[in-house]
């Protein structure tokens, strides 16, 4: 539960900052509540499917030296981006490049807020 906060907080704060993510709502409570839908789907994306993809590109981690880890993570909060509007969420990112921003944004935030808070 405190992974699945950290992350809605990295993901409202990335929409906040990149111009190609938006998180769009009537009200606060209304942009709170899908932002914490977002953050589970971002969850579940990661948990199921980033595997899969590390497992299959493991030749490009060995030739890139790990760099490909960045556009991964922008393809999963695409992917995300993806759901999200299947499950009409007003949550989407525009683009390649403001998938990767927003992606390297949540990653630094979460880094952040788990060595703060933890998840204990």
Known sequence: MIKTLINAVAIWIAAWIVNGITLS?????????????????????????KPLVKLFSLP???LTLGLITFVINALMLWLTSWASD????D???EGFWSA????????????????AIGDD
């Open 86 to 89: 299947k499950l009409s969420l």
């Open 91 to 93: 949550f989407h990112v």
């Open 25 to 49: 709502g009537d009200d606060w409570q209304h942009k709170t509540i899908t932002v914490l839908a977002v953050a589970l789907v971002f969850g579940v994306v990661n948990f199921a499917i």
């Open 100 to 115: 990767l921003l927003g992606s390297l944004i949540i990653s630094v935030v979460s880094w952040g807020l788990h060595l």
């Open 60 to 62: 490009l981690f060995i």
